[in-house]
């Protein structure tokens, strides 16, 4: 562009002025209030025919400009219709959550000042306000003072993460050689209830599907230690090296938790990682009755806590602690000059998977700071209270409960009479009154009821069992 000439306007729809941005956002947040109520007395499941919805993008040629009120609207309306509601007080289902409004909050805020989370040097508020959070959760699971971390997109992702680490401290020539620096073929243990991730992860790590030995468990859907200790042992004397113990603390189908000191005794035992998976469960710990349960978590090297489960946050928010916060840095360490970085400890591009990072971590900052722990503690008590009281009316009408789980998930079976789970399932989503899932514990298939929203009230339970028991 030679002197003298103008710059073209920037574009009005993507740089609305402030009077524009005023109407639409006020308009959007009143839309989407009306919408959240619709969706409340509305069907759980999906309405939408997607082939008339694949008409309707097909006049999305990108070519004409629309008004953004109107694509808000449509794309509102469009929502309602086609998902599955996480914030209907019936969707009773996997471990997403009906958002809590602070984390709402949080990604508003987050989109607009938009920092970049890689580098301390460019974010130094968000990245404080980040590591501030991970350490206070560090603390409420008992970890030491200099526990570190940080927030990750996933349970997944922190999962994998505590796989990287573990390889990185059996073997510090794993940086440079990989998988082949180990003197035989790597193995890492979890219990056959697991989360089935792992199977990606020991894929995406390089050390391929035939690592992962899913133990056995004792009928409770908790991992027997002492057929993990057999596998370990076992391994050892063929020549594979064991490096990754993973009990999980609320197993995914049936909220069981593995016994977590035993698995801590014996990783220290055989010099392996222990990494805890508490990816829905962890949030249980902000209550001072069910923490109780997680006894040995603190024993952990690792923990995975999602807030975007139990602690209600919006999606895509994980947490991945460990007490050893050099191996993250042993790990994920980098040179790059360009980087605007003070270099700390604390540079989420040297400690973690990601590069470009959005501002995960205020989500649970803002939920956390406006409940505090006692209300979080409430908040995961009174799920466990709504399934005790889908329990308790079950069990009365004959149904059989399967794990024994005081945490929010329940795994049924119908008494005799009723239709084949899978087809009963089916018949509770089709009718739009509630969603349940089908899941798999200890080898049976059964009824999973899980209490994700926290605004359940005992009227939804009773709705849920009266969409259980129709039998039509
Ligand atoms: C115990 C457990 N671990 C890990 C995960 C994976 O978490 P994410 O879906 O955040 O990747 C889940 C998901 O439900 C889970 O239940």
């Given at each position: 562009?030679?002197?003298?000439?103008?710059?073209?306007?920037?574009?009005?729809?993507?740089?609305?002025?402030?009077?524009?941005?005023?109407?639409?956002?006020?308009?959007?947040?009143?839309?989407?209030?009306?919408?959240?109520?619709?969706?409340?007395?509305?069907?759980?499941?999906?309405?939408?025919?997607?082939?008339?919805?694949?008409?309707?993008?097909?006049?999305?040629?990108?070519?004409?400009?629309?008004?953004?009120?109107?694509?808000?609207?449509?794309?509102?309306?469009?929502?309602?219709?086609?998902?599955?509601?996480?914030?209907?007080?019936?969707?009773?289902?996997?471990f997403?959550p009906?958002a809590n409004?602070p984390s709402?909050?949080?990604?508003?805020?987050?989109?607009?000042?938009?920092?970049?989370?890689?580098?301390?040097?460019?974010?130094?508020?968000?990245?404080?306000?980040?590591?501030?959070v991970?350490?206070?959760i560090?603390?409420?699971?008992?970890?030491?003072?200099?526990?570190?971390?940080?927030?990750?997109?996933?349970?997944?992702?922190?999962?994998?993460?505590?796989?990287?680490?573990?390889?990185?401290?059996?073997?510090?020539?794993?940086?440079?050689?990989?998988?082949?620096?180990?003197?035989?073929?790597?193995?890492?243990?979890?219990?056959?209830?697991?989360?089935?991730?792992?199977?990606?992860?020991?894929?995406?790590?390089?050390?391929?599907?035939?690592?992962?030995?899913?133990?056995?468990?004792?009928?409770?859907?908790?991992?027997?230690?002492?057929?993990?200790?057999?596998?370990?042992?076992?391994?050892?004397?063929?020549?594979?090296?064991?490096?990754?113990?993973?009990?999980?603390?609320?197993?995914?189908?049936?909220?069981?938790?593995?016994?977590?000191?035993?698995?801590?005794?014996?990783?220290?035992?055989?010099?392996?990682?222990?990494?805890?998976?508490a990816a829905w469960g962890g949030a249980a710990l902000a209550?001072?009755?069910?923490?109780?349960?997680?006894?040995?978590?603190?024993?952990?090297?690792?923990?995975?806590i999602d807030a975007h489960k139990w602690f209600a946050t919006t999606?895509?928010c994980g947490m991945?602690?460990?007490?050893?916060?050099?191996?993250?840095?042993?790990?994920?360490?980098?040179?790059?000059?360009?980087?605007?970085?003070?270099?700390?400890?604390?540079?989420?591009?040297?400690?973690?998977?990601?590069?470009?990072?959005?501002?995960?971590?205020?989500r649970l900052f803002?939920s956390l700071?406006?409940a505090?722990?006692?209300g979080y503690?409430?908040h995961v008590?009174?799920?466990?209270?709504?399934?005790?009281?889908?329990?308790?009316?079950?069990?009365?009408?004959?149904?059989?409960?399967?794990?024994?789980?005081?945490?929010?998930?329940?795994?049924?079976?119908?008494?005799?009479?009723?239709?084949?789970?899978?087809?009963?399932?089916?018949?509770?989503?089709?009718?739009?009154?509630?969603?349940?899932?089908?899941?798999?514990?200890?080898?049976?298939?059964?009824?999973?009821?899980?209490?994700t929203?926290g605004?359940?009230?005992?009227?939804?339970?009773?709705?849920?069992?009266?969409?259980?028991?129709?039998?039509?």
């Amino acid at each position: 562009m030679s002197a003298g000439q103008e710059l073209p306007a920037p574009p009005p729809a993507l740089f609305p002025d402030r009077a524009t941005r005023t109407r639409v956002e006020d308009a959007l947040t009143r839309a989407l209030m009306d919408a959240g109520e619709r969706v409340a007395q509305g069907s759980v499941v999906p309405t939408l025919e997607r082939a008339a919805l694949r008409q309707e993008l097909a006049q999305f040629d990108f070519v004409t400009p629309r008004a953004l009120d109107e694509l808000l609207t449509w794309t509102i309306a469009r929502l309602e219709q086609g998902v599955v509601h996480m914030n209907h007080p019936r969707y009773f289902g996997l471990f997403n959550p009906a958002a809590n409004f602070p984390s709402q909050c949080a990604d508003r805020i987050a989109g607009s000042f938009n920092p970049q989370l890689a580098s301390s040097g460019s974010s130094p508020a968000p990245v404080e306000i980040e590591a501030h959070v991970i350490r206070a959760i560090a603390r409420r699971a008992g970890l030491p003072e200099d526990s570190g971390g940080h927030f990750t997109t996933s349970g997944s992702e922190a999962n994998y993460t505590a796989l990287v680490c573990a390889l990185t401290r059996a073997e510090p020539r794993f940086e440079t050689e990989g998988v082949r620096a180990f003197a035989g073929p790597v193995a890492m243990y979890t219990s056959r209830e697991c989360q089935p991730a792992w199977f990606k992860i020991v894929h995406q790590a390089g050390v391929g599907r035939d690592a992962l030995r899913l133990i056995g468990t004792d009928g409770q859907g908790r991992m027997d230690v002492s057929a993990l200790e057999r596998a370990i042992t076992a391994d050892r004397a063929r020549g594979v090296v064991p490096v990754l113990i993973s009990p999980t603390a609320g197993t995914t189908a049936a909220g069981m938790i593995d016994p977590l000191t035993a698995c801590a005794q014996l990783a220290r035992r055989h010099g392996l990682w222990n990494h805890v998976d508490a990816a829905w469960g962890g949030a249980a710990l902000a209550s001072e009755r069910l923490r109780k349960l997680f006894t040995g978590i603190e024993l952990a090297d690792s923990i995975t806590i999602d807030a975007h489960k139990w602690f209600a946050t919006t999606m895509g928010c994980g947490m991945f602690i460990t007490r050893h916060p050099q191996v993250l840095s042993a790990a994920f360490k980098v040179a790059a000059e360009f980087m605007p970085s003070s270099v700390t400890a604390l540079d989420p591009y040297l400690n973690t998977v990601q590069w470009s990072r959005r501002f995960l971590g205020l989500r649970l900052f803002l939920s956390l700071a406006a409940a505090g722990w006692e209300g979080y503690g409430t908040h995961v008590e009174r799920a466990a209270a709504v399934t005790a009281a889908v329990r308790e009316r079950l069990v009365a009408r004959g149904w059989q409960v399967v794990n024994d789980s005081q945490l929010a998930v329940l795994c049924v079976i119908p008494p005799p009479g009723f239709a084949p789970i899978r087809e009963l399932v089916k018949r509770v989503l089709g009718s739009g009154r509630a969603w349940v899932a089908v899941a798999k514990t200890e080898g049976r298939e059964v009824v999973r009821v899980c209490v994700t929203h926290g605004e359940t009230a005992l009227e939804d339970v009773e709705q849920l069992v009266a969409a259980l028991e129709a039998k039509a």
